[in-house]
């Protein structure tokens, strides 16, 4: 496709419930990361996966949070047992380098995932 | 420890009017910064991207400065649009895997 996009737009959830969020990289692009926006918040990082190897879990909130890319390209953020301070936007954005590696690697965003936990 | 700060956090202007957004961050050792426009459910539209050793970067109606010795960057918008109705990104790229965002500017134009 020609963006970055994901599924599902809207998810609510009961609290308790385990979700599952999916992100389609720009095809081709190397790296792919997870952020999370509260509301009236700037996103904050979650997680980044360069090809399927996730290099940096540090801003998953607790161990509730899994996310994974097995073949590289499709990522999929899990977040178990939902509670109420987990409703948010889960944005995911993709780059065609790792970072550090050319100072005009963009980062590209989906349109996100909003997150209610009732 | 990266900080992004975004002043001021809302403005309002009538159409036509000519503004300027400030993003300021703590640690000038950073790899690019980049501007992103948001609108109201949708996600970010990058807008510019200034590398480290750039000073500033134009596109349209937008020109966009970086000074990495003072931490800050400017976003000019020339001749407001109601159209440019949105919320205003900087992020920091410090050249790890953390891009650190600021909490943004929400921009009314009024037509």
């Known amino acids: 496709g020609a963006g970055v996009s994901q599924s599902p737009r809207y998810k609510v959830a009961k609290r308790g419930q385990d979700v599952a969020l999916r992100c389609d990289p720009i095809s081709g692009h190397v790296s792919l990361f997870w952020y999370q926006q509260a509301l009236g918040q700037g996103p904050e990082f979650l997680t980044y996966f360069q090809n399927e190897a996730q290099l940096d879990k540090s801003g998953l909130p607790s161990d509730r949070f899994f996310a994974e890319r097995p073949e590289g390209s499709v990522s999929t953020l899990k977040i178990q047992r939902t509670q109420q301070e987990d409703s948010a936007v889960y944005l995911c954005?993709?780059?065609?380098?790792?970072?550090?590696?050319?100072?005009?690697?963009?980062?590209?965003f989906g349109p996100g995932t909003r997150l209610t936990v009732l | 420890k990266q900080e992004v700060t975004q002043i001021p956090a809302a403005l309002s202007v009538p159409e036509g009017e000519n503004l300027v957004l400030n993003c300021s961050f703590t640690d000038s050792a950073i790899y690019n910064l980049q501007w992103f426009r948001q609108d109201p459910g949708k996600g970010l539209t990058s807008l510019l991207l200034i590398q480290s050793s750039q000073r500033e970067q134009t596109s349209g109606r937008l020109n966009a400065s970086l000074d990495k010795s003072s931490g800050r960057s400017t976003l000019y918008i020339a001749a407001s649009q109601p159209g440019d109705s949105a919320t205003y990104l900087c992020?920091?790229?410090?050249?790890?895997?953390?891009?650190?965002f600021g909490a943004g500017t929400r921009l009314f134009v009024k037509a």
């Open positions: 954005a993709s780059s065609h380098q790792p970072p550090g590696l050319a100072a005009n690697n963009e980062q590209f």
């Open positions: 992020a920091v790229d410090t050249g790890g895997f953390k891009t650190i």
